[in-house]
């Protein structure tokens, strides 16, 4: 018997995140997930009228394929898989994962030639900028440890954050966006971290549930010659399977010009991956109501309210500022008076001051006004 809770989750990812049509096509694909869930997004698929197309893989056997690949190889790879990219109009990404450190012990320069054969070639070029797409992680026990839960009470805390009202969210949004847009000058203050730059005339996204799930942002771009400043970031993070404490970041005319961590030899290496993931490209605000604390995931933790994340790499095509990378790591810095507070600044105008919004309009993206 199918849990509800997935088929719920089902009909939203088909009818709202993709808000599939009649006749169009639909890849789904799902990495170490229960069978009954893609078997439910199939069913819920075809009654939208879509044609699913499902793969199946394993977080296991993908790392086999990067420890012992080859540019050959993962440009085979990346032929076979941009071409089923090209070939449907939406995409659902469901990654579960049994162990986050799985990646850990792939080789640097493994990970440099995934990033830029088959990430780069099937999924910034195709299914990022051409189909309508969402991703989500699935709750494993591995998860449940990260947030110190219990297995039974994450899978509780995953349904309510993935399944929330998520139209309210986005119409909660709007005067945000309208601020963000006439924004030339930001600012953000907090322990550690004095910045400023410019998003001026770059455009403004909100996130509603239609490109990830969890969601609750509004991300933008920095003009990317404009940041100035240093940035302390305060939540735990990962890539490449490996963690990082304590992310510090000093800027000068966009570019990092000295980075720290608790593990800052990994850190350089990745930043001297190639000449964009030295600058920015991203800045978001995160505004999830039901997500408070670092699950060291990043597709739920860029999403807390009461956070900003600031993003070295890559831009995306919705919001450009011209920057080219195979690295996006979205770096989250909490600023809930809980974990030290912060402020930030609009052309010299405050409208968030330790996680809450202080201005009229901003006021119903506060949790207590989006939680059901």
């Not at 993962?74 to 032929?79: E, G, K, S, T």
Request: hydrophobic share 35%; net charge negative.
């Amino acid at each position: 018997m199918i849990d509800p809770r997935m088929t719920k989750l089902a009909e939203q990812l088909v009818r709202y995140s993709t808000a599939l049509k009649p006749g169009e096509k639909i890849l789904i694909e799902a990495i170490d997930v229960p069978v009954e869930m893609t078997c439910e997004l199939v069913r819920v698929a075809r009654e939208a009228g879509a044609d699913p197309l499902v793969t199946l893989k394993s977080n296991r056997v993908n790392r086999a394929l990067m420890q012992y690949g080859s540019e050959s190889q993962l440009n085979l790879i990346a032929d076979t898989e941009a071409l089923r990219m090209s070939n449907v109009d939406a995409y659902i990404g469901l990654r579960g994962n049994y162990n986050i450190a799985e990646l850990s012990d792939v080789p640097d320069e493994n990970h440099k030639l995934y990033q830029g054969t088959v990430w780069k070639r099937v999924h910034l070029e195709i299914r990022v900028p051409k189909t309508r797409w969402v991703v989500l992680r699935w709750p494993h026990p591995s998860m449940a440890q990260q947030a110190n839960l219990s297995t039974e009470r994450f899978e509780d805390f995953y349904f309510d954050v993935c399944t929330l009202d998520y139209d309210r969210m986005a119409k909660a949004m709007e005067p945000l966006v309208a601020r963000m847009e006439r924004t030339d000058r930001v600012r953000l203050v907090g322990p550690g971290t004095d910045l400023k730059f410019s998003t001026k005339d770059i455009p403004v996204v909100p996130c509603a549930g239609k490109l990830n799930i969890p969601d609750g942002e509004v991300f933008t771009c920095p003009v990317r010659d404009s940041v100035n400043g240093t940035l302390q970031y305060n939540a735990r993070t990962i890539y490449q399977g490996v963690v990082h404490d304590n992310v510090r970041l000093e800027f000068s005319e966009g570019k990092i010009v000295k980075a720290t961590s608790s593990n800052t030899e990994h850190l350089t290496k990745v930043l001297d991956t190639d000449e964009g993931a030295r600058y920015i490209g991203e800045f978001a605000i995160g505004v999830n109501p039901y997500i408070t604390e670092p699950l060291l995931d990043i597709l739920f933790d860029e999403k807390i309210a009461g956070s900003f994340h600031f993003t070295p790499g890559q831009a995306y095509d919705e919001a450009d500022n011209g920057n080219r990378s195979t690295v996006h790591w979205d770096l989250v810095c909490l600023q809930g008076a809980e974990h030290g507070g912060g402020e930030i600044w609009f052309d010299d105008e405050l409208v968030r001051k330790d996680g809450l919004f202080v201005t009229d309009d901003l006021e119903p993206l506060n949790p207590e006004n989006l939680k059901d």
